[in-house]
């Protein structure tokens, strides 16, 4: 574990950096959870709700109500279950299709996740998986990622990490291809957004192709007005990779995304990070 970080600052609206108006919302949102039962203790510390409260600007109303609907939601996806029993068997022939997967940190301690879209062949891909079991996936990466992912990192860098940066490379992607994929980029996009809120901390959108305007103009509709502004989209290398080097140091970012990380079985299957040190 590293030493902590005493150049930290908590950002606003985080622990330890709360304004009186925001400690009482944090105190009247866990009360109302607690009368109403449905605050658990294991899951549900202070971090965790200000994560709801931030989601909604520290209305405790809009804030419980969304609370409420996540819970609902994990009982009826069953999250706690298939985080003990989910084996996602066809994770290494997903990959050549879609590659999903989170590679070291930025230089803020944040885990960097890597989408990249270029070789989707969504026939090829639904031959091996579903949409079900895609998404049930990205359930059980989500949990690891607040339970694991994020505490390694944490306790690397010396200070909270809350957030990841996530990257979405388009290049080579078809316009037809993401219009097939669309109804799983979508309820991804919900669950992201609505059940593991405030996890994003940056989303660079690198190789945009021409006519993505279209795609975007869809995808807007899909995120709250928060979420759109962590969006950056960039063009080619020329645009994104001196961008993406001032907050990832080289050795962290892989060789096709401008770094020069070549793991030995492929980046996108290494799992590198402090979460497998």
Not at 124 to 136: D, F, G, H, P, V
Request: one cysteine or more.
């Amino acid at each position: 574990m590293s030493q902590p970080d005493s150049n930290y600052t908590p950002p606003p609206g985080h622990l330890g950096n709360l304004c009186s108006e925001q400690e009482a919302a944090l105190g009247k949102l866990k009360e109302e959870l607690q009368k109403d039962g449905i605050l658990v203790e294991a899951r549900h510390d202070d971090a965790t709700l200000l994560r709801f409260l931030r989601a909604r600007k520290f209305d405790v109303e809009q804030s419980k109500e969304m609370f409420k609907a996540a819970e609902k939601w994990r009982k009826e996806f069953n999250v706690d279950e298939l985080v003990k029993t989910f084996d996602f068997t066809e994770v290494a022939e997903v990959d050549k299709y879609l590659p999903q997967y989170y590679h070291n940190m930025d230089k803020s301690g944040r885990p960097i996740y890597i989408q990249r879209l270029g070789n989707l062949n969504v026939k090829a891909m639904y031959e091996c998986t579903t949409q079900e079991r895609l998404l049930q996936h990205l359930v059980v990466e989500y949990e690891a990622f607040l339970n694991s992912r994020l505490p390694a990192c944490s306790s690397a860098v010396g200070h909270p990490v809350e957030t990841s940066f996530s990257i979405l490379d388009l290049g080579g992607v078809s316009l037809s291809s993401f219009i097939r994929v669309k109804d799983y980029v979508s309820e991804a996009t919900k669950i992201g957004q609505n059940y593991y809120p405030e996890c994003m901390g940056k989303f660079y959108v690198i190789n945009a192709p021409m006519g993505f305007s279209t795609v975007w103009n869809v995808v807007k509709g899909w995120l709250d007005e928060v979420t759109v502004d962590k969006v950056h989209i960039l063009g080619g290398a020329k645009e994104y990779k001196a961008e993406l080097l001032e907050q990832i140091d080289e050795g962290n970012l892989t060789e096709e995304l401008g770094g020069t990380c070549k793991c030995a079985q492929g980046c996108s299957l290494s799992d590198v990070g402090p979460w497998n040190a």
